[in-house]
């Protein structure tokens, strides 16, 4: 499965970041899939921000959980996110990731795309 992120790389502080992964070679509907967004800021480890299962249901970090939205076009076989009132400190560079199990940590992924870098300025 390859999975390409896209979106801007500047969003201004109290903005919505909006992001979007693109899959192709597998469906984001394939039974038992689940479909991350992750980031690393700089200088730091990388962070779990959320999940999108394939069947349409979502949970999130909790430290993030109300600034917060995954959703999904399953007619593009995409999903994306979107962090609302950011901050410098959502510098970072996001990726998405999939893997076969509900987990809610930022390593084991069975694909994960380049990543994209997103900075936070005004």
């Known amino acids: 499965v390859q999975l390409q992120e896209s979106g801007p790389g500047l969003v201004k502080p109290s903005q919505t970041l909006s992001l979007a992964c693109t899959v192709s070679g597998g469906s984001i509907t394939s039974a038992y899939s689940y479909w991350n967004w992750i980031r690393q800021p700089p200088g730091k480890e990388m962070e779990w921000i959320g999940y999108i299962s394939y069947d349409g249901d979502t949970y999130y970090s909790p430290s993030l959980e109300s600034r917060t939205s995954i959703a999904r076009d399953t007619s593009k076989n995409q999903f994306t996110l979107q962090l609302s009132s950011v901050t410098p400190d959502d510098t970072a560079v996001y990726y998405c990731?999939?893997?076969?199990?509900?987990?809610?940590?930022?390593?084991?992924?069975?694909?994960r795309g380049q990543g994209t870098q997103v900075t936070v300025s005004s």
């Open positions: 990731a999939t893997r076969m199990y509900p987990k809610t940590y930022a390593d084991e992924f069975d694909d």
